[in-house]
């Protein structure tokens, strides 16, 4: 008889274990799963994409908040987050109030593949090699040229890079205008401002 006090709470270790593993999977399924990028690689994101005072920067799956948080607080930058995950868009808007800076931050709960980019100065990135080789098109299509894309450990193929961090693996690259073609590779290392 006692061991029958044991079923519920299996059950609902159980249950709880499958919801999680359920919730990890689903953002895994939709563009990447989370996992924060580290303080040192965010600011070096921001750092490579010379975000500037008014400026626009989205970041697409913005998990905790952190990129947009930093964005709007050191470099006075209206930093947007699109995320899919409500949990994560919650905890990030009640981050930024906790930092001060809700009023230069917004959290967009959505997905990133249907984004309105346009009129954004810098997008950041951290998702996957495939979800990167999705948004290209997106990126080229609706931003301006000059605007910025800075991802973190994945690559873009037809963006011109015009720095990296090949250690942090952090790569920032330019929106080219109409006639103006690929400023071709970076020298092995990387380089860029403030390398
Ligand atoms: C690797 S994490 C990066 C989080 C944050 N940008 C950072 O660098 O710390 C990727 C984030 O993208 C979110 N995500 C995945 N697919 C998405 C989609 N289709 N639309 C919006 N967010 C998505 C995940 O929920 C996760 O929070």
Redesign the pocket.
């Known amino acids: 008889m006692p061991r029958r006090h044991h079923m519920p709470s299996r059950f609902a270790l159980a249950a709880t274990l499958a919801a999680y593993l359920a919730w990890r999977m689903w ?1 895994a399924r ?8 580290s303080p040192r690689a ?1 600011r070096r994101m921001l750092q490579l994409a010379d975000v500037r005072p008014g400026e626009t920067l989205v ?6 908040g ?2 947009v948080r930093l964005a709007a607080r050191d470099h006075g930058a209206h930093a947007i987050g ?4 409500p949990l ?1 868009v919650w905890l990030a808007r009640l981050r930024a109030w906790a930092a001060g800076v809700s009023p230069q931050v917004r959290i967009i709960r ?4 249907d984004a309105d980019l346009t009129g954004a100065d810098v997008v ?1 990135v ?2 996957t090699q495939a ?1 990167n080789a999705r948004l290209e098109p997106k990126l080229v299509r609706e931003l301006a040229p000059g605007s910025r894309v800075v991802s ?1 450990r994945h690559t873009f193929s037809n963006l011109s890079l015009y720095a990296e961090d090949s250690r942090l693996g952090v790569r920032a690259y330019v929106l080219a205008g109409p006639s103006e073609t690929s400023p071709g590779p970076l020298p092995r290392g990387g380089r860029g401002p403030a390398s």
């Open positions: 953002t939709t563009g990447s799963k989370y996992q924060p990028a965010v970041d697409l799956g913005s998990g905790d952190r990129i699109v995320e899919i995950d994560r959505g997905d990133l593949f950041t951290f998702l979800a973190y």
